[in-house]
T-cell receptor, first 113, second 116 residues
Framework: NAGVTQTPKFQVLKTGQSMTLQCAQD?????MSWYRQDPGMGLRLIHY???????DQGEVPNGYNVSRSTTEDFPLRLLSAAPSQTSVYFC????????????FGPGTRLTVT | AQKITQTQPGMFVQEKEAVTLDCTYD???????LFWYKQPSSGEMIFLIY????DQQNATEGRYSLNFQKARKSANLVISASQLGDSAMYFC?????????????WGAGTKLIIKP
């Protein structure tokens, strides 16, 4: 049981480049989400999904796209990277029907130069 | 207004002492819950403890307990007999409403350093 996995662990991009952060979970969780973590701040929600085919915006969605074609996968796309998107990104999942615990991936540290 | 406030940016505590990390919250919803997560220097987020607004007793998980005071809107984390491995960032988070597709609201965190 791998839980929540994220790839890559580290990434450096140049301004204007695009890329996709991958997230997968094997717990059959309906809910998946993406957060960013910046120094001195709590986690901020970027996008979330309550099931395949359903996504919605969180607190800081600008510059990011998501899709949820399967229960397991929830990729985050950076359309045109900006230095302000330098951050640590966490993917998380939880069940909508049992337990409140949210499970986190190990994080992706992204630097945009 | 901040919904979750952690007033201690950093704390130093002597090993084996008890630690209390503060968390105050703001909500008008009668159904809500408070979470505590630990983030060690390695970066992963580790779930510690959860308390629902309707739970009658304070939650406990091993050395962790939640001092839940609804009237004061506080949900402080208490760590008994601190250990060097407790050094980490600690985050308080809240869910609001009875709906299952809630979004968590996070505090800014407290950096705890345990001194030997």
């Amino acid at each position: 049981n791998a839980g929540v996995t994220q790839t890559p662990k580290f990434q450096v991009l140049k301004t204007g480049q695009s890329m996709t952060l991958q997230c997968a979970q094997d717990m059959n969780h309906e809910y998946m989400s993406w957060y960013r973590q910046d120094p001195g701040m709590g986690l901020r929600l970027i996008h979330y999904s309550v099931g395949a085919g359903i996504t919605d915006q969180g607190e800081v969605p600008n510059g990011y796209n998501v899709s949820r074609s399967t229960t397991e996968d929830f990729p985050l796309r950076l359309l045109s990277a900006a230095p302000s998107q330098t951050s640590v990104y966490f993917c998380a999942s939880r069940s909508l029907t049992s337990s409140y615990e949210q499970y986190f991936g190990p994080g992706t540290r992204l630097t945009v130069t | 207004a901040q919904k979750i406030t952690q007033t201690q940016p950093g704390m130093f505590v002597q090993e084996k002492e008890a630690v209390t990390l503060d968390c105050t919250y703001d909500t008008s919803d009668p159904s809500y819950g408070l979470f505590w997560y630990k983030q060690p220097s390695s970066g992963e987020m580790i779930f510690l403890i959860y308390q629902g607004s309707y739970d009658q007793q304070n939650a406990t998980e091993g050395r962790y307990s939640l001092n839940f005071q609804k009237a004061r809107k506080s949900a402080n984390l208490v760590i008994s007999a601190s250990q060097l491995g407790d050094s980490a960032m600690y985050f308080c988070a809240m869910r609001e409403g009875a709906d299952s597709n809630y979004q968590l609201i996070w505090g800014a965190g407290t950096k705890l350093i345990i001194k030997p």
